[in-house]
T-cell receptor
Framework: KAGVTQTPRYLIKTRGQQVTLSCSPISGHRSVSWYQQTPGQGLQFLFEYFSETQRNKGNFPGRFSGRQFSNSRSEMNVSTLELGDSALYLC????????????FGSGTRLTVV | QQQVKQSPQSLIVQKGGISIINCAYENTAFDYFPWYQQFPGKGPALLIAIRPDVSEKKEGRFTISFNKSAKQFSLHIMDSQPGDSATYFCAASMAGMAAGNKLTFGGGTRVLVKP
């Protein structure tokens, strides 16, 4: 079965712009989570959506937002991009509702210049 | 605040040797401890996971040892192979619907297996 699909794979944006990243979870998975991965901070939790509701949010500024659609697909948006937002953004989906059996996508590599 | 501390940051092991990675956590509410393997250009992939009611779990060449009283857990990779060269992350999550699907990750260990 298809895995977690993230688009685009690579993105270059200019400081101050905004960006939208997309994630299609595994069919049947209702939980979608987003993580930021950087060499300095490692893997950090951004937020989680379950059945279109944000259930959990990490310690990131309000410039980071997300949403989930009725088909479980999710998008995350970063407004007013900063150089420090350059990172690999990972999406993970889960069938269960409690942190078990995560499957990650390959991520979107965002570079802010 | 880093709630899961992982060590070492990197290690080099000869083919056939044992790789050992350690993690320590602070939050006693954690009840699920997975390990992930990540290759360059890929997302992390679940390797093996353990619950605190079990002291050890083995899957093939990979073993998790768990010490609840010490709040520590470790990953042992037996008979390490060059294909095991990757970055390994320990993680932890809490039970309960309110906690949801939030994983707290350790800092990662880059493992290099020399042939």
């Amino acid at each position: 079965k298809a895995g977690v699909t993230q688009t685009p794979r690579y993105l270059i944006k200019t400081r101050g712009q905004q960006v939208t990243l997309s994630c299609s979870p595994i069919s049947g998975h209702r939980s979608v989570s987003w993580y930021q991965q950087t060499p300095g901070q490692g893997l950090q939790f951004l937020f989680e959506y379950f059945s279109e509701t944000q259930r959990n949010k990490g310690n990131f500024p309000g410039r980071f937002s997300g949403r989930q659609f009725s088909n479980s697909r999710s998008e995350m948006n970063v407004s007013t991009l900063e150089l420090g937002d350059s990172a690999l953004y990972l999406c993970a989906s889960s069938l269960e509702s409690q942190g078990y059996g995560y499957t990650f996508g390959s991520g979107t590599r965002l570079t802010v210049v | 605040q880093q709630q899961v501390k992982q060590s070492p940051q990197s290690l080099i092991v000869q083919k056939g040797g044992i790789s050992i990675i350690n993690c320590a956590y602070e939050n006693t509410a954690f009840d699920y401890f997975p390990w992930y393997q990540q290759f360059p250009g890929k997302g992390p992939a679940l390797l093996i996971a353990i619950r605190p009611d079990v002291s050890e779990k083995k899957e093939g060449r990979f073993t998790i040892s768990f010490n609840k009283s010490a709040k520590q857990f470790s990953l042992h990779i037996m008979d390490s192979q060059p294909g095991d060269s990757a970055t390994y992350f320990c993680a932890a999550s809490m039970a309960g619907m309110a906690a949801g699907n939030k994983l707290t990750f350790g800092g990662g260990t880059r493992v290099l297996v020399k042939p």
